[in-house]
Every structure is written in C-alpha cells, then in structure tokens.
C-alpha cells in the first residue's frame, strides 16, 4: 500500500477512509480513550515516524497528519509471538487475524512496534452505531487490527480505505510482481516507511 | 501423608478459613471481570499488561529460587539445608500455582485457555513458558513429596526420584530466563530489550526468593518447634546478599549503556520510571522507594555485623521482598510500555477489582504454602525430627 500524504494534506481534515473502514468492519467508537478501537487512524510526523523527526523538520510536515494502520510487515513480530497462530501471516503477505481462536492474552499488541493492535477491554457491540450486517462483530476479550480487507479482496473489490478515498491517495497493489502499479509509484516516487531499522519490513509506503 | 493437613490447632484452622475466605473475595471479583471484560482493570489499548503480568513474573522468580536451597544440598552435599530444602520445593509449588492463576485471570477469553495446547506455536516464547512453568510444578510436586515421604517412613528418599532432582536444577532456571524472553525478544520495546533482561531476572529472583522463604521459615519457627539452624540462615542470607548486589550491578549496567550511549529511545522508560516523562510521574515515588529499599538493604547485608544479627535479618528481608516486589511487579512491565510506540504517554495503576483479584490469588498460593508447610512440620513432629 502507498498512502500519498501530500494529497492528504491537501483535503485536509478529510477522514473518508477511516469512516469507511470502521463502518465496514463494525469498529465500535468508544469514547473512553484507554478501551479504544482502531484500525486506521491519523497521527503527526513525528509521533508517526518518531525515529526520523527531528527539531529542524519541515515547514511542509507541520500539521501534516499520516494515516497509520497495521503494516503487514514481511517478518510480523505479532505472527512470531501468538501462542495460537491467531494471528499469522497468508501467502500472499496480508497479516490475519482469526478472532474465533484468539485467546486475548495481548503480546501481539506487546510485539507489534507501530500501536497497531486495539484489544476489546468490554463489549464492543453497545459502541457501534450503525451496525454493517455483512461484517461479523467481534466479542470482548480478543485482539483486532485491519485485515487488509481480505473479504473486500476475494471478490475481487480495493479495501475499503482505498475506495473510499475521493482522491486516489490510497494505491494498494502487489509488491511481489515488478510490473505492477505499485512499484512503478515506489520508483518514481521518495517514499518512508514506519521502523524500518526493527527489520520488521513495513507494506505501507508513505510518499513525503 | 495429606491427612496430617487435616488436624492441626485452632491457629492453624483460623489461618486455612482466613485464606480461603480472601480466595474467595477475589473470585468473585474474578467473576465480575469474567462478566464486564478486562476493561474492569487499569489496562489499556497503550498499557497492555498490567498488574496480573508483573505479579506473574515476580512470582516466577520466587518459584525458581527454590534452586538457590536445593542446589547446594543436592550437588554440594551441603547438609545444613536438609531441612530447608522441603520448604524451598514447596514454596516453589505455591509460586508456580499463583503464577498460573495470573495468567488465567490475565487472558481476555478464559475458556479459550487450552487453545495453547490445541495449536501448539514453537516459535512463540508463552509456549515454552508454558512447558516449562507446568514441567516445574510437576517436578516440585516429585522431589518435594518423595523427599517428605522418605522423612514419613524414616528413610531416604528413593533412587528414581535423583533424575528428577537434578533435572529440576537446570529447569529452575530455565523458568526465569524463559519469563525473560518474553519480554526481551520483542523490536520497539527498548526498555526489555537487552541481552541482561534473563540474568537480571535471575539475580532478582534469587534475592527476592530466598529472603521471602526466610522470611516464611521465620514465622515458622515462631509458631512451631522447627528450627532450621543458625547456620543454614546464615548461608542463605549469604546467597540473599550476593544476588542483591548482581541485582543492583545488572541495574547499573542498564544505566550506562542507556544513558552512555544517549540513545533518546533506550532513556525514555528509564526517565518515566525515576523522573516522570513530560509531567507523567505515577511510578517515580514507587521506583525511588524500591532502589532506596534494595541499597540500604545491601549495604547492612554486605556488612557481616548486621548481617549475622539473627534478629535484624527478617527486617532486612522485608526491605529485599519490597524492594525487588516493587521494580519487577511495579516498574518493570508497565517502564516497557511507557511511552508507546507512537511516543504517546498512557500512565497505569491497577484498580481496586484487579487489586482484589490479584490479592485473592496470593491467598490461594499462600493456602497452598500453610498446608504444605503444616504437613512437613507434623511428618517431622511424628518422626521426632524436631
């Protein structure tokens, strides 16, 4: 995935993604901030790239916000440390997550160095608003975090951040095929991702 | 041999009623927590483990101290700890018994629990944790009865059981470094992530535990005949006050590599510990206290005048006991995830359910304890033994 923040920055503060995404998969608001659920949400450069702000930062970065997600890395440490295979990593590279097997004993959420994992502290079914039938709800005591939108991807449909988005600054594709979409923008283009030095290898490009 | 735990005075019948009644008032707060979810805790989506996780692996520790009585009677022939050795095992089984409990409590799907042997996970460090906290129980449960069986019947105690007597040396402490890795294996986390994590672990526990068990054998002799001898006390305040001292190095050692190198990342949880972070101070009255308590207790151990004060030395346990219960089941866990990744600051503090829970499983371990404990004492008693 490449998220093109300059194109965020510039429809500023629109939030169509993340209303989508949390819409679809019946994501409950909780205004408690310690039980809080997410899976894709926004955060400044530097708490989003902390290792790389530093104090002369760019004019251009300030009030920029970075859409942040699970990164589906290529060498998950949530993957290595679920002691039920709960959550693990599918050929294709998309990080999964199987909240029927999951114990909730939480060192996913420990492991993952991005924040990227929300646990359900109570019932979240009280917090969603407007419940999507089509998407199952999950029960207190499990962990959860984007899914890539498998279900949207096996019939054939973009996740829904990327849909969602009026402006194209969502561009999912396969990193593993050098013909596609996707890496022609990562050639052409100066991107970061999140940590890369925890040798984590982070899916998600964020062109500055 | 167990129905020796079924007559006793009335103190003892006050202490086993107590216990099992604070047992209680934890369950049914366990109950309540089954009922709303984890959230009844001080847990959050930023501080993920709590207070239940850092009792877990304080308690680990105290389990494989054992190792730090059985060791030197078993390998080393050191006949003063005959009499300890029984109470250091069964001392091990409370621990361990607790340490499975905070976990069970500590899980979001309870029922789920067995989904660790369903889909055994090699690579996931909770599920050597697991073979080895239950290998330990299991191997405490073997050495420390068969050995209490063969004081019962007046010999020794039998040849088969040497294997596992032994086996259980290494194994105590391949529990602490296992507790270890679970937390210093993991990327991002720089306040575990360093190659001392399992020795500092083992240095702590093997204070930590032994002072507690003097601690324990201490009210022992108050309210019965046994008496382990001045000699196996003097030793094991030894072995207390070198483990102290490898504790509080291993501690410096941490300090110079973080605040040497100036790694902002490997400073942050150490300055919220001692200092506060950005006007987040929680923990810092609890950390000073904790390193205040551990290095007066070093400096009147290392001193051999006060150390060999038979009557001071509980007091100094108490100052070791606190010390090391604060830094590992206050400090450590909650230092790891403060700030979190995204350097945002959530601060924790148990709440009032989780404290009650977490209470309720230390009287069911220290349950465990008294009953085992007046089992040893009367097959001692009936064997004229003391």
């Known amino acids: 995935m490449v998220i093109d923040t300059r194109v965020c920055q510039k429809h500023a503060p629109c939030e169509d993604c993340i209303h989508a995404c949390h819409h679809i998969h019946n994501v409950p608001q909780i205004p408690y901030k310690k039980h809080e659920i997410k899976w894709i949400w926004k955060d400044e450069f530097e708490h989003a790239f902390p290792d790389t702000a530093h104090e002369y930062a760019n004019e251009v970065l300030k009030g920029r916000e970075f859409l942040l997600l699970c990164n589906h890395c290529e060498h998950p440490p949530c993957v290595r440390v679920c002691p039920t295979q709960a959550t693990f990593k599918r050929e294709d590279g998309i990080v999964m997550m199987d909240m029927h097997r999951c114990i909730g004993c939480r060192f996913c959420m420990a492991a993952c160095p991005y924040g990227s994992r929300s646990f359900n502290w109570r019932d979240p079914r009280p917090f969603i608003k407007d419940p999507n039938p089509e998407y199952p709800t999950r029960m207190k005591g499990v962990v959860e975090k984007c899914t890539f939108c498998t279900e949207r991807l096996a019939q054939g449909k973009l996740p829904a951040c990327a849909e969602a988005c009026k402006y194209g600054a969502i561009v999912v594709g396969d990193l593993a095929d050098p013909h596609s979409e996707i890496n022609k923008i990562l050639r052409e283009h100066f991107t970061l991702r999140r940590k890369v030095h925890l040798g984590t290898g982070p899916s998600v490009f964020y062109i500055i | ?386």
Not at chain 2, 25 to 42: C, D, E, P, S
Not at chain 2, 198 to 210: E, H, T, Y
Not at chain 2, 273 to 280: D, E, I, K, Q, V
């Open chain 2, 1 to 386: 041999m167990l129905e020796k735990a079924l007559v006793g005075s009335k103190k003892y019948y006050a202490l086993v009623f107590f216990l099992a009644a604070v047992f209680l008032v934890g369950f049914f707060f366990f109950l309540k927590q089954l009922k709303f979810g984890l959230g009844i805790t001080g847990m959050s989506r930023d501080v993920s483990w709590g207070f239940y996780v850092a009792q877990f692996t304080y308690l680990v520790g105290v389990a494989a101290s054992a190792v730090m009585v059985v060791l030197p009677y078993y390998l080393h022939n050191y006949k003063d700890y005959g009499k300890l050795t029984i109470f250091g095992e069964f001392l091990a089984i409370g621990a361990v018994t607790m340490c499975l409990l905070f976990i069970v409590v500590d899980i979001g799907q309870t029922h789920r629990l067995f989904n660790v042997l369903l889909h055994p996970t090699p690579h996931s460090m909770l599920f050597y944790d697991m073979i080895v906290l239950n290998g330990y129980l299991l191997l405490n449960l073997i050495c420390g009865w068969t050995a209490l069986h063969g004081v019962y019947k007046g010999t020794k105690y039998p040849d088969w059981v040497k294997p596992f007597i032994y086996l259980s040396i290494p194994w105590a402490f391949s529990i602490h470094t296992v507790t270890a890795f679970l937390y210093a294996g993991l990327p991002g986390r720089h306040f575990w992530l360093t190659a001392v994590m399992a020795p500092r672990f083992l240095a702590s526990a093997f204070c930590s535990g032994p002072a507690l068990l003097l601690l324990l054998i201490y009210i022992v002799k108050a309210f019965t005949r046994f008496d382990p001898g001045e000699k196996a006390i003097r030793a094991l305040a030894k072995t207390i006050t070198y483990a102290l001292l490898a504790n509080l190095f291993l501690f410096g050692c941490e300090l110079f590599t973080s605040f040497y190198s100036g790694i902002p990342g490997h400073q942050f949880s150490i300055k919220y510990l001692f200092a506060g972070l950005h006007g987040h101070m929680k923990l810092v009255p609890w950390m000073w206290t904790a390193y205040a308590l551990m290095l007066v207790a070093a400096v009147l151990l290392v001193i051999p005048k006060t150390r060999n004060n038979l009557g001071l030395l509980p007091l100094l346990c108490i100052l070791v006991v606190i010390g090391t219960w604060i830094d590992k089941g206050m400090g450590l866990i909650v230092g790891g995830f403060v700030p979190n990744p995204l350097e945002r600051i959530t601060e924790y503090m148990p709440t009032f359910p989780e404290v009650m829970i977490s209470i309720g499983i230390y009287a069911a371990g220290f349950l465990i304890i008294t009953v085992l404990y007046k089992i040893a004492i009367s097959v001692m008693e009936s064997r004229g033994l003391i």
